[in-house]
C-alpha cells in the first residue's frame, strides 16, 4: 500500500522567509497530492492540491511542485506571516481509488 | 464547500462501552470517509464507503469497528468495545466523485477513560 513520508517534522522560520515542506511516496500509482493545513483544533483544510498532469502549481503565496519520476513533492511557502504558523500534512492518492494516505505532518512556526 | 455535521463534538466514555459517532452528510455525496487522528500524530485512514459498502478499510479497522449508513442520510462510525487506545479525533470525510477533493467534517473528540 502507499506509504507518505513527509520532512521536517518541525519547521521554524522568520516572518517574510520562505518555509520548504518536502513528501515522498511509493504508490507509483497515486497521482493526486493534496496538502491540507490543520490549525490547533481544528480539522484538516485543504490548501492546495496538484494532479499527475502537472509538474507545478501556484496559489498566491503558496505552490507545490511534484516530480513523478522521482516521487517526491513539495510545498513551498514565501513571504511567511504568523497565521502561517499550523500543522501541514501532505498526502497522495490514486486517481479512482478510495483512500487518501498522509504524511507525519509538519509543524510550521513563523516567529513575527 | 457545504461541510459535513459530525456528532457528537466530543464523547467521554468508559473502557469497554460501546460509542456510536455521527455523520451527517449533504445529500448528493456518495464517497464517505472515517479517519482518526491521535493527538498530536497524523491523520490516519479507517475506511471508505461507497454505494452504501465499504469498499476499503485499514488495518486499524478491526472487528471492533463498523460503519452503516442506515436511513441513507446518517453515516456512523460504531465502536463495539472501547480501549484507551481508541482515544483520538475522529473525523469523518466525503468527496462528491473518486477524483473529487477530500473534505473534513469538525471532528468527533472521543476520551475513552
Known amino acids: 500500500g502507499e506509504n507518505v513520508e513527509q520532512h521536517p517534522s518541525t519547521l521554524s522560520v522568520q516572518e517574510g522567509d520562505s518555509a520548504v515542506i518536502k513528501c515522498t511516496y511509493s504508490?507509483?500509482?497515486?497521482?493526486?497530492f493534496p496538502w491540507y493545513k490543520q490549525e490547533l483544533g481544528k480539522r484538516p483544510q485543504l490548501i492546495i492540491d496538484?494532479?499527475?498532469?502537472?509538474g507545478e502549481k501556484k496559489d498566491q503565496r503558496i505552490a507545490v511542485t511534484l516530480n513523478k519520476t522521482a516521487k517526491h513533492f513539495s510545498l513551498h511557502i514565501t513571504e511567511t506571516q504568523p497565521e502561517d504558523s499550523a500543522v501541514y500534512f501532505c498526502?497522495?492518492?490514486?486517481?479512482?481509488?478510495?483512500?487518501?494516505?498522509f504524511g507525519a505532518g509538519t509543524r510550521l512556526f513563523v516567529k513575527a | 464547500e457545504p461541510e459535513v455535521t459530525q456528532t457528537p463534538s466530543h464523547q467521554v466514555t468508559q473502557m469497554g462501552q460501546e460509542v456510536i459517532l455521527r455523520c451527517v452528510p449533504i445529500?448528493?455525496?456518495?464517497?464517505f470517509y472515517w479517519y482518526r487522528q491521535i493527538l498530536g500524530q497524523k491523520v490516519e485512514f479507517l475506511v471508505s464507503?461507497?454505494?452504501?459498502?465499504?469498499?476499503?478499510k485499514s488495518e486499524i479497522f478491526d472487528d471492533q469497528f463498523s460503519v452503516e449508513r442506515p436511513d441513507g442520510s446518517n453515516f456512523t462510525l460504531k465502536i463495539r468495545s472501547t480501549k484507551l487506545e481508541d482515544s483520538a479525533m475522529y473525523f469523518c470525510a466525503r468527496k462528491t466523485g473518486p477524483n473529487g477533493e477530500l473534505f473534513f467534517g469538525e471532528g468527533s473528540r472521543l476520551t475513552v477513560l
Open positions: 464507503f461507497y454505494n452504501n459498502e465499504i469498499s476499503e
Open positions: 445529500s448528493n455525496h456518495l464517497y
Open positions: 498526502a497522495a492518492s490514486p486517481t479512482g481509488g478510495f483512500k487518501t494516505i
Open positions: 496538484i494532479r499527475s498532469n502537472v
Open positions: 504508490d507509483s500509482a497515486s497521482n493526486y
